[in-house]
């Protein structure tokens, strides 16, 4: 299992559904900052659709998981066939106190997230117990969808799981009438085109203006560029490092409402 991390340490995990079917964290190891040029389902959630979706409600905090009502929630299962063995806690946490810092949750947003090649969901669960109403999670793999649901019915939190391609998501007007704030991208590192995919999500119109898109991609791959889209429409915020894990934070359309501060010496304007 891979282990929350929380403000007073305790440990109310997620299991971890990583690399055998949709993505989650495979770094681990500390921050080692910046990254720049050269360097089933249960009633009342849709599975395979677009069902009603329930709001998850939750306080907003930095706590994470561990806070509020998943205090002590162990999620039960993970996703048959991992082969993951790094914890990705601190990658986690590390990346919602970047979303913080960024005033993704900041009130009185109501924040959707989609939670992209979700595993066993751990980011869109975190994402409900920071501040989120409404959650989806999406997997080609029906076992990761649903270990996703169950894993957020353990810890308190109800949401949607889709059950098909990340890129046939990106290609719709809305998630259960939601457009969304948040999208955490962690595919399988050698299963997918990551300049394909970041440029379905610069066209997508399932992203609300000011979205932040977090990508997960190997240092192997090099720094990704600052801007991304035909027309600009990823800004590049910030792309850290942390062992073999690099996070690429972007804005999607940004308006200059919230604080994101682009930082395009961390990126590679060489690239792609």
Do not use: Q
Not at 134 to 143: E, H, I, K, L, R
Not at 206 to 235: I, K, M, R, S, W
Request: charged share 25%.
């Amino acid at each position: 299992p891979r282990a929350g991390v929380s403000a007073d340490g305790a440990a109310a995990s997620v299991d971890a559904g990583a690399r055998g079917a949709g993505g989650e964290h495979g770094g681990g190891g500390g921050e080692e900052g910046p990254v720049g040029a050269g360097s089933r389902a249960p009633a009342r959630v849709a599975v395979e659709g677009e069902g009603a979706a329930v709001d998850a409600g939750g306080a907003s905090s930095e706590a994470g998981v561990a806070g509020d009502r998943g205090r002590g929630a162990r999620a039960e299962a993970g996703v048959p066939g991992d082969d993951a063995a790094a914890d990705d806690g601190p990658v986690r946490e590390a990346m919602f106190s970047t979303l913080f810092s960024l005033g993704v949750f900041r009130p009185p947003r109501r924040v959707a997230v989609l939670d992209a090649f979700c595993g066993s969901g751990s980011v869109g669960i975190e994402a409900l117990s920071r501040g989120a109403d409404f959650a989806a999670f999406v997997d080609v793999s029906p076992a990761a969808c649903d270990v996703s649901i169950r894993n957020a019915k353990h810890c308190g939190y109800d949401g949607v799981a889709l059950c098909e391609t990340a890129e046939s998501v990106l290609r719709r007007v809305d998630v259960a009438g939601r457009k969304v704030d948040l999208l955490s991208l962690t595919p399988p590192y050698e299963e997918v085109s990551y300049a394909d995919l970041l440029a379905d999500v610069a066209a997508s119109d399932v992203l609300n203006d000011d979205a932040v898109v977090v990508v997960e991609y190997p240092v192997e791959l090099g720094t990704l560029p600052p801007v991304l889209g035909d027309h600009g429409h990823l800004v590049g915020l910030r792309n850290r490092r942390y062992g073999r894990t690099v996070l690429a934070f972007y804005a999607h359309r940004p308006t200059g409402k919230l604080p994101f501060d682009p930082r395009p010496d961390e990126f590679d304007r060489r690239a792609w």
